[in-house]
């Protein structure tokens, strides 16, 4: 295509000067306000854009169990390995650390399976939750430059997933746990509510990272390591407590038992076990600690995904 | 040529209608077309959109570990990002009754341009003013291929912003039209590309939108899809306000567009009525 036609063209064809700006004229803006015309990209307020998230719930619910079903859609044993692999995943840490390692010393000895496949199961919610929902978005670029939607709609939707997940691991959870010897106690009835509780800190937390994983590329090659450390952190094998008091701890001073105790994984696998085994011991202020990362996480994550809503989709 | 072309919209018109699909999904009601030709509905205001391409390596900078560490050292940056400029400061502004044919090379910035018009890219500088939600045809990113055909179909009309009632009364429908019978019930990825092109279309198809933006090779599949997905797009057109359609086959725009737009390297070339820029365009 050569330059000099191009310019007899744009003479022939007399239309408005292209390429640049127009000047001289009614600027655009202002034609655009006239006619009462929106900009096509902007940023709805806070709650407008809650009411389109929660216009598009079904959307949300059906991407959630499409992926769940699509996962293992081309597996042999299909659905059932929903089941199988929480299982699986007991067993192994129940070989590695509970056999092997011989990890089940100090305090929590009489009842370790338990408390290990507690701190198990409910670290895996939080870290699956998170990490999908630092891909959410990062991994949906072609989803997000072709169709209109809250774009909240697809970190939630991962950890909604993650949720149903969850609901059967909790009932492989719940058959383990008797299986070690607990009994069903009252405090049981309060499972829902912390689980409640941890999803909402899970739906802030994987919308916070949905934004930071929409910038920041190399998130995902450093998550898998935030994760292992988190997860060593959490007390999932061990006990925090064990590691201040205990003569075979590693006498770690007391602040950092306080501040491993307060992260948010630790408070929700300290209340999962205080509710599922009865001779485990309350740590002080849980539940407090439980209710503030929950809404910690879900009114600042959010705030926080909504404030960039207009510039996801330019990768 | 144009002989052609006439003869081709002959065909179709004389085609019989699809199905009638009377059933308004938006959302919000709006004055009939008539009363409001001629009132701007999309201004694109010197618009740029810059893309952020990552990975894209040049002869010098291959991407080896050794490399990546030196540049890394080097530049402190992220060096393997690239920008493109895809749309270099367009501004133009579409009228309510307009189909507005936007043609160009491959790598003009056509869906690009497309894409912001529809408030799917941020743009990097200059704005787009619209009247209404602007819809992209297309569904084909929400879908899953592991699924079967009646769940995607219900994934698609949800991902379009339809609610339950909605996706019922438009479940039938979506199956007759794509014609893939009982395949609705394996999974897509079983599909023929005929197939799986027809039932995307299908859905896609099965909302009415105030600005419609078409994006070219929508219509495939086999002869007879063909002629009937085109009558559904016609279809849509006259229910929608302004229709952008974007077609590599000149024949389509000069049949369907009363404006053509044509955009080389992010830049507008020309923009004026369809005889005058198809024969520019057919000139280079």
């Known amino acids: 295509m050569s330059q000099p036609e191009s310019a007899t063209a744009d003479a022939q064809a007399g239309g408005p000067s292209v390429g640049t700006p127009t000047t001289g004229q009614e600027p655009l803006a202002k034609l655009a306000e006239r006619y009462g015309l929106r900009r096509a990209i902007a940023r709805p307020s806070l709650p407008v854009y809650l009411r389109q998230l929660w216009e598009r719930r079904h959307f949300v619910m059906t991407y959630a169990t499409s992926r769940n079903v699509s996962k293992y859609s081309n597996s042999a044993l299909g659905q059932l390995w929903q089941v199988l692999t929480p299982m699986l995943n007991a067993a192994i840490y129940w070989l590695m650390f509970g056999v092997i390692l011989g990890a089940n010393k100090g305090s929590v000895s009489e009842y370790y399976p338990a408390f290990l496949i507690t701190g198990m199961f409910v670290f895996t919610y939080t870290q699956r939750a998170v990490s999908g929902g630092a891909k959410s978005i990062s991994g949906n670029l072609s989803l997000i430059r072709a169709l209109h939607f809250p774009r909240a709609a697809l970190p939630l939707a991962y950890t909604i ?115 599922l085994i009865a001779q485990h011991e309350t740590r002080p202020y849980i539940w407090l600690v439980c209710v503030f990362w929950a809404l910690f996480a879900l009114i600042g994550g959010f705030w926080y995904f909504w404030r960039a809503e207009e510039k996801y989709g330019r990768g | 040529m144009a002989e052609l072309t006439e003869e081709l919209s002959r065909v179709k018109a004389e085609e019989p209608g699809v199905p009638s699909r009377d059933v308004r999904v938006h959302p919000n009601p709006e004055p009939s077309p008539a009363s409001r030709t001629g009132t701007p509905t999309v201004i694109v205001d010197d618009l740029h959109i810059i893309y952020r391409v990552y990975g894209a390596a040049t002869e010098a900078e291959k991407g080896n570990a050794a490399n990546a560490l030196l540049r890394l050292l080097k530049r402190q940056g992220r060096p393997q990002m690239k920008e493109v400029h895809a749309v270099r400061g367009v501004s133009f502004v579409a009228h309510h009754g307009d189909a507005i044919g936007i043609i160009g090379r491959n790598g003009s910035g056509k869906s690009t341009l497309l894409r912001a018009i529809a408030g799917l890219l941020p743009p990097h500088s200059g704005a787009v003013y619209t009247d209404g939600q602007p819809s992209l045809l297309g569904v084909n990113a929400a879908l899953m291929r592991e699924l079967t055909g009646e769940r995607n179909i219900v994934l698609g009309c949800y991902a379009m912003g339809m609610n339950p009632t909605q996706v019922r009364e438009k479940f039938d429908d979506i199956v007759d039209f794509s014609g893939i019978g009982e395949f609705v019930q394996f999974p897509m990825s079983t599909y023929s590309s005929g197939m799986g092109a027809r039932l995307r279309f299908a859905i ?58 044509w955009l080389h390297k992010g830049k507008i070339k020309m923009d004026g009525d369809p005889e005058t820029v198809l024969a520019a365009y057919n000139k280079v």
């Open chain 1, 161 to 275: 997933q993650e949720f149903q997940q969850l609901l059967i691991s909790m009932g492989v959870l719940v058959a383990l746990v008797l299986a070690t010897g607990e009994s069903v106690t009252w405090f049981w009835l309060l499972i829902p509510v912390a689980l409640l509780l941890q999803t909402m800190f899970n739906i802030g937390a994987s919308l916070a990272l949905a934004r930071i994983g929409s910038t920041a590329r190399d998130l995902n090659q450093l998550l898998p390591f935030i994760m292992r450390t988190w997860l060593y952190a959490s007390g999932v094998f061990f006990s925090i407590g064990d590691k201040v008091s205990s003569p075979s701890g590693a006498g770690l001073p007391q602040w950092v038992a306080d501040v491993m105790y307060f992260n948010p994984a630790a408070a929700y696998i300290e209340l999962m076990r205080e509710l």
């Open chain 2, 204 to 261: 896609a198809s099965a909302k009415a939108h105030d600005v419609l933006l078409i994006d070219e090779a929508l219509a495939t599949g086999d002869r007879e899809f063909k002629r009937k997905s085109q009558q559904r797009i016609k279809q849509m057109r006259d229910e929608a306000g302004t229709v952008f359609l974007v077609a590599h086959n000149l024949d389509v725009i000069e049949e369907t567009c009363n404006r053509v737009i």
